[in-house]
């Protein structure tokens, strides 16, 4: 049984960072893409960032480019996301994300969880 659980959110002002994590149990095995995805208010929910554990490789929204860096610690089963030069336009809930499939996310993104709140103001 996967689960996967985020801390780290809050409130920070325009310019500041933050750094998000997800710590993922019952995951037994490290081929899988995993990531993150965000739910402004009033918005879809959109991909932020995807790492694919397998390689290594990365993948960023236009909008985050620059600013947010997606990493990973195999051992402690832990994802971040450093946020840095946050933008009111970055205020959402994000979660994080498995792959449904190993080595790809072509079959989408099954798994998520209960996300937590950034605010930029």
């Known amino acids: 049984h996967v689960q996967l659980v985020e801390s780290g959110g809050g409130s920070v002002q325009a310019g500041g960072s933050l750094n998000v994590s997800c710590v993922a149990s019952?995951?037994?095995?490290?081929?899988?893409?995993i990531g993150w995805f965000r739910q402004g208010p009033g918005n879809e929910r959109e991909e932020v960032a995807i790492?694919?554990?397998?390689?290594?490789?990365?993948r960023y929204a236009d909008s985050v480019k620059g600013r947010f860096t997606i990493s990973k610690d195999n051992a402690k089963n832990t994802l971040y996301l450093q946020m840095n030069s946050l933008k009111p336009e970055d205020t959402a809930v994000y979660y994080c994300v498995r792959s449904n499939s190993e080595y790809s996310d072509n079959d989408g993104f099954g798994y998520w969880g209960q996300g937590t709140q950034v605010t930029v103001s």
């Open positions: 790492i694919y554990t397998y390689g290594g490789s990365t």
């Open positions: 019952g995951v037994t095995r490290n081929q899988y893409c």
